[in-house]
């Protein structure tokens, strides 16, 4: 059974929302919460990294949102939302991202998919994530 477009649509908005306020918090415990462990992260240089624990997800955002805010991103946001689902659990869901400066301008921007999993009692969860190459 596969959930309805609309409605999976929702839900990955609502769950890219939830990243956002994480992100904005610049805490990688917040950011780890929204993972599955193990995962993997493709980066667009091709370097696959896989984390084994929610505090290596957590340290390897907490590195990476300390660098964002180090070159002055204050914010985050996310468009051009493509979602596809892949059974009942599952989903691909595509976004780009803009890190923003203080007055709103993006640093960044880059497009990134995800794979994404929900127990029947839970939340969406990132397992996986690929960096699509210039």
């Given amino acids: 059974m596969t ?15 939830s990243f956002v306020a994480a992100f904005q918090s610049f805490e990688g415990t917040r950011i780890a919460a929204l993972y599955r462990v193990p995962s993997v992260a493709l980066q667009a ?4 990294g896989c984390l084994t624990s929610q505090a290596d997800v957590a340290r390897y955002f907490q590195a990476l949102v300390d660098d964002y805010r180090a ?41 990134e998919s995800y794979n994404l999993h929900r127990t029947d009692a839970g939340p969406w969860r990132i397992f996986a994530s690929a960096d699509h190459a210039d």
């Fill in 3 to 17: 959930v309805n477009a609309p409605t999976l649509e929702a839900a990955a908005s609502g769950f890219f929302d």
């Fill in 71 to 111: 070159q002055g991103c204050r914010a985050c946001r996310y468009r051009d939302l493509e979602v596809a689902a892949i059974g009942a659990r599952s989903a691909l869901a595509t976004v780009t991202w803009d890190l923003l400066d203080d007055e709103g301008k993006a640093l960044k921007s880059w497009r």
């Fill in 45 to 48: 240089d091709g370097t696959l």
